[in-house]
């Protein structure tokens, strides 16, 4: 392989990059209401498919749809519980993903997934302010620690609430 395509192959591998990137973050956040309130490696994935985006922006800067502005979703309230912010940035996960698929093939116009990234990082930003006990350095492994399961049990029996 010569040095000339090694920049063109870069270029087609970062929207299939930020596709996987997208899978990824959805993964973090599955489970809708149910999701894993301990939102650290969601915002850590959220922040590497920001820089793919605009990465791709910066690489096909004429292929951005900057006409009008895009119809804002309803936001999720301050004063909405865990399960229902949860449950929103899991939805705005599912959005990106759709908006994101195809790996190579995917759109190269990532105005609508960066606003949506956005609206997300916010929810995520506002989950780990409002509820910094539910987040832990625990993203090595998917498995629950028995400090999770204990807290999950208070909650449970009412001793704790969110």
Not at 38 to 43: D, L
Not at 113 to 132: G, M, N, S, T, Y
Not at 135 to 143: C, F, I, L, P, Y
Request: with cysteine; charged share 25%.
């Amino acid at each position: 392989m010569n040095s000339s395509s090694t920049p063109t192959m870069d270029r087609l591998q970062t929207p299939q990059k930020a596709s996987h990137l997208s899978r990824c973050l959805s993964e973090e956040l599955r489970g809708g209401k149910r999701a894993n309130p301990n939102v650290s490696r969601a915002v850590a994935v959220a922040d590497q498919l920001n820089a793919r985006l605009l990465e791709i922006q910066q690489l096909w800067p004429h292929l951005q749809n900057r006409k009008g502005q895009p119809t804002k979703r309803p936001d999720v309230l301050p004063n909405s519980d865990l399960p229902t912010i949860i449950g929103s940035a899991s939805s705005d996960a599912r959005y990106v993903q759709r908006l994101n698929a195809g790996g190579i093939g995917m759109s190269v116009n990532v105005v609508e997934p960066l606003r949506v990234l956005a609206e997300l990082r916010r929810k995520l930003d506002f989950i780990q302010d409002r509820w910094p006990e539910l987040q832990t350095d625990h993203h090595v492994s998917d498995r629950p620690t028995r400090d999770d399961k204990i807290f999950q049990q208070l909650v449970a029996s009412g001793e704790v609430t969110l």
